[in-house]
């Protein structure tokens, strides 16, 4: 998985397999989470977000898991297809509460899906 | 068509040359952001805007500079003080930097990559 300042970890599936897709956080104080997906050469996508009063959100096929005991995010992707290859970047809200909604960046997780 | 468009998609700097890369919204948000992405790496912010005419420093905003004179616009020029500008630059706008959750959200444009000559 990936961690805010760590290198870019990878993650390879088979085309109808579940991935799971981590990451660690280092504030405490963050209260708002976002997964992007960019692929090659285009900007980041917004996939879903989860505020830290849940600690589970889904959407179409993505589940996000928060834990904040640990600080520990997931993105859970089901059935997954070729069209999700991209590298995956969770985001934290890190200033917290009210901000200028500035987010930290993960490095991202590179995911390969083969057909 | 609502976006965040980029312009250019390619550019290429001479050494010693400032260049601008442009970033305009028609989503009518009030904060804009610039990042730089390196190869295998994450984002990193180098400067952002929470409304017209006011703007602030992100983690590595030596060598470029900004300006907001107008809410859609948000260009960056890379300065020749920027040492190493070789990068893939992405543009990002939210809806209320100051509200909490899904207004948060950062929308990207399609990027800029600059090279140096």
């Known amino acids: 998985g990936e961690s805010v300042g760590l290198h870019l970890p990878t993650l390879s599936v088979q085309e109808g397999d579940n991935s799971i897709i981590n990451c660690a956080y280092s504030?405490?104080?963050?209260?708002?989470f976002i997964w992007y997906k960019q692929e090659s050469g285009k900007g980041p996508q917004f996939i879903i977000d989860?505020?830290?009063?849940?600690d589970k959100r889904q959407g179409q096929r993505v589940t996000v898991l928060l834990n904040k005991t640990v600080k520990h995010l997931s993105l859970q992707i089901a059935a997954t297809q070729p069209g999700d290859s991209a590298v995956y970047f969770c985001a934290e809200n890190g200033a917290g509460g009210t901000s200028y909604g500035k987010l930290t960046f993960g490095q991202g997780t590179i995911l390969t899906v083969h057909p | 068509d609502g976006g965040i468009t980029q312009s250019p998609k390619y550019l290429f700097r001479k050494e010693g040359q400032n260049v601008t890369l442009s970033c305009e919204q028609n989503l009518n948000h009030d904060a804009m952001y610039w990042y730089r992405q390196d190869p295998g790496q994450g984002l990193r912010l180098i400067y952002y805007s929470q409304i017209v005419n006011d703007f602030q420093k992100g983690d590595i905003a030596e060598g470029y500079s900004v300006s907001r004179e107008k809410k859609e616009s948000f260009p960056l020029t890379v300065t020749s003080a920027q040492k190493n500008p070789t990068a893939f630059y992405l543009c990002?706008?939210?809806?209320?930097?100051?509200?909490?959750?899904?207004?948060?959200?950062?929308?990207f444009g399609a990027g800029t990559r600059l090279s140096v000559l």
């Open positions: 990002a706008s939210s809806i209320d930097p100051t509200a909490l959750g899904s207004k948060n959200i950062q929308y």
């Open positions: 989860i505020r830290s009063n849940m």
């Open positions: 504030n405490s104080a963050s209260d708002y």
